[in-house]
């Protein structure tokens, strides 16, 4: 049987271009190419190269012990002292000649602290236009133990995005406290003290079943959504939205 002309034509193409690879593979590039240790040297090389910038927080604790150990049983405990400070082994190195970076203006701090409804719930974010308008954070701050001078009352202080949905809903004129129970500690520790949240139907039933509230949606708690807790199916803050 006679192999078609096209086949024979593309097995020829495909042909040569295997052996093109395997050239380049085996001849042209050469083996060190792929060498992982050859790698792993040149860019330990490439980095012992670089010249050092950063001196490290332990390098600042030798100079700084109080300020290091105020720090470090404080808010910012995480945070690296060349975060806010930028590259400092140069100060380390020499500190009467070279100072290190000291922020003093507005624009620092909300680049970790202004509202953004993506950072964690409980994370201290503030409206940088409206907290405090045109003063330097460290005039109320001590950015080493940044401690609120007076601790945020209103729960709006830590969780703006709910309170603007809330303030739109049918439970805007019912305080927070109405269905959570917050400890005192929550105030200063808030991730070691969470909120509680209501745990039985009950407990929208006080206001929503048959005959309890006129003035409230009525539903009949025995049959309506069991058996699911009530905020499993309608969010709490804008129960509206609910399907």
């Known amino acids: 049987m006679r192999v078609p002309e096209q086949v024979s034509r593309i097995a020829l ?24 240790t050859a790698h792993q040297r040149a860019t330990v090389r490439y980095e012992r190269a670089r010249p050092v910038i950063h001196g490290g927080a332990e390098l600042c604790r030798e100079c700084h012990t109080d300020v290091y150990d105020t720090k470090s049983a404080g808010y910012h405990r995480t945070v690296a002292c060349e975060t806010c400070h930028g590259p400092s082994a140069k100060h380390a190195e020499d500190p009467t000649a070279v100072q290190p970076f000291a922020p003093r203006d507005r624009k620092f701090c909300p680049v970790c602290h202004a509202y953004d409804s993506a950072r964690p719930t409980g994370f201290p974010q503030i409206n940088p ?3 405090n308008p045109l003063q330097p954070c460290i005039t109320c701050h001590n950015p080493h133990d940044p401690v609120p001078p007076e601790t945020p009352r209103d729960c709006s202080a830590c969780h703006a995005q709910i309170a603007r949905t809330k303030a739109l809903s049918s439970h805007a004129l019912l305080p927070c406290e109405t269905c959570h129970q917050v400890a005192p500690q929550h105030w200063t520790a808030p991730r070691q003290a969470l909120p509680s949240k209501p745990s039985t139907r009950a407990f929208c039933g ?19 959504g069991t058996p699911y807790l009530c905020w499993q199916c309608h969010y709490p803050h804008l129960p509206e939205g609910a399907q």
């Open 13 to 36: 193409v495909a042909g040569a271009f295997i052996a093109l690879a395997l050239v380049v593979r085996f001849v042209i590039i050469p083996r060190s190419y792929f060498d992982t």
């Open 129 to 131: 236009a409206a907290h």
């Open 206 to 224: 006080g206001c929503h079943a048959a005959a309890a509230n006129a003035a409230a949606p009525q539903i009949d708690i025995d049959t309506h």
